[in-house]
């Protein structure tokens, strides 16, 4: 009987969180209420508790399987085993990843003010940018650069990512973002091996 009840509490725990992917990817944090999420979920309010501790708990376990979800489609993207063609194939699969399924806005927008700056931060350097941080060591960025490095594109790329959602993600739009994104790689790969 305990291993069913953990069981169900697994899959509960698991429906609150899609619940709560879904609304705070369309309501964002100050919109979703933990009522809402129970509704959607079919629990209670005290379940949602229970899991997940408050709003901002669950918000976090929400930025943790969307920070799994793009770093997944990262390594996903990565196959050749050329290091630039790897560092370029990682970073065009973390830009189309996060500007979908309403991730930017929860990621980039709302983790950032929900969290505070120092935990989103600390949660973004254990998911994607870590992948970017080895990504840049293997194509040669020296030692003394790749935290810097990995700071400048992570940024570039964040940036980049609001300014595709917010211009509506068209083809063009989508486009322009990736063949800006293609040149600062290339820079970033050629000036690896002059140093």
């Known amino acids: 009987m305990p291993r069913a009840s953990a069981a169900d509490a697994a899959m509960t725990a698991e429906r609150i969180l899609r619940s709560a992917l ?8 100050a919109g979703t ?8 979920a079919a629990v209670t309010r005290g379940a949602v ?7 901002t708990g669950l918000f976090l376990a ?4 969307m ?6 489609a990262v390594v996903a993207a990565v196959r050749d085993p050329d290091p630039v063609a790897a560092l370029r194939a990682g970073s065009h699969a973390f830009l189309d990843a996060i500007t979908e399924a309403g991730r930017a ?3 980039l927008i709302d983790g950032p003010a929900a ?11 254990e998911a994607s940018a870590v992948h970017l941080r080895e990504a840049l060591v293997d194509v040669g960025v020296p030692t003394d650069a790749v935290d810097a490095t990995t700071a400048l594109l992570s940024g570039a790329m964040n940036e ?5 959602v917010e211009s509506g993600a068209d083809a063009t739009s989508r486009r322009s973002v990736h063949d800006a994104l293609d040149g600062m790689l290339v820079a970033v790969a050629a000036s690896s091996h002059r140093t």
């Open 33 to 40: 209420s933990v009522d809402d999420v129970a509704a959607d």
């Open 115 to 125: 969290l505070g700056w120092s935990a989103w931060r600390r949660a973004d350097a």
């Open 67 to 72: 920070q799994q979800d793009v770093a997944h």
């Open 105 to 107: 806005r929860v990621l």
């Open 22 to 29: 879904t609304r705070f990817s369309e309501h964002g944090f």
């Open 160 to 164: 980049a990512a609001l300014w595709l």
């Open 62 to 65: 929400v930025v943790s399987r």
């Open 49 to 55: 508790y229970h899991h997940y501790r408050s709003k």
